[in-house]
């Protein structure tokens, strides 16, 4: 079960190091813990024995990239774990074959990729099928039987408002088992948009489901502490 976190341009060092004391006493190696803070707080991480990753990365080793951060600085850092095709930096201008290329580079290095994929509202409204498709379009060029790769499954419109139904998710996620099958792949499953404390059991317990991507929820250690335990309750 993959508990995962994505505090975006949330918590200081200072703040993550007060999270990473108390989220401490919580781990339980059932569970695999991947937090993803922003980017300042990689050169000075709290003792804490989580997967650390970035969330963002330029698929180069070093160069003339104002503002981006690449695989040598991230490895000098020990960071190994990266996020890639979130919604949020997709709504930058980052293309799909600008998301399959950072995949593909750092999937060569050995980073474990978590790589999200998910529909805007209008795609939604036009029923199953078009999701699929566009899913299946978000998938294209993506090394799907990479061992270190797992997908975040995150509806655009769920993201920091209501998670989708828990039908929406079993369905789209049981789609997304069969296009990754269809090419000989079976990553882990993460849902992500809106996961709280008191929907994340539910979540957890639906089939293909493998974990949970969580945003602003994360953010209050009690509350991903509850949903670290909705895990372990649907074990
Ligand atoms: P949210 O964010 O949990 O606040 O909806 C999820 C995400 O963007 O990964």
């Excluded at 997709?90 to 998301?99: I, M, T, V, Y």
């Excluded at 404390?197 to 969580?214: E, F, M, T």
Aim: glycine share 8%; charged share 15%.
């Amino acid at each position: 079960m993959i508990i995962a976190a994505n505090f975006k341009m949330h918590l200081t060092p200072r703040k993550l190091a007060t999270f990473a004391a108390t989220l401490r006493e919580s781990l339980d190696s059932r569970l695999q813990i991947l937090l993803f803070p922003n980017t300042a707080c990689l050169a000075n991480l709290p003792q804490c024995p989580v997967r650390w990753g970035a969330q963002n990365a330029y698929p180069a080793q070093n160069g003339a990239f104002s503002g981006e951060i690449g695989a040598e600085v991230l490895e000098s850092l020990a960071i190994q774990t990266l996020l890639v095709g979130h919604s949020e930096r997709r709504a930058l201008g980052e293309s799909q074959d600008f998301c399959a290329q950072k995949c593909r580079f750092y999937a060569e290095l050995g980073f474990t990729l978590v790589y999200c994929i998910g529909e805007p509202h209008d795609v939604r409204a036009r029923g199953r099928e078009s999701v699929r498709a566009f899913l299946d379009a978000q998938l294209q060029d993506i090394p799907l039987d990479y061992p270190n790769l797992i997908i975040a499954y995150e509806p655009i419109w769920a993201i920091g408002t209501q998670a989708a139904g828990m039908e929406q998710i079993e369905q789209t996620h049981a789609d997304i088992r069969a296009l990754c099958a269809e090419r000989g792949a079976t990553p882990p499953l993460l849902y992500g948009g809106s996961v709280k404390p008191n929907n994340a059991r539910a979540i957890l317990s639906l089939s293909n489901v493998n974990g949970v991507l969580v945003g602003s929820a994360a953010l209050v250690v009690s509350d991903f502490v509850q949903i670290m335990q909705a895990g372990l309750q649907a074990l």
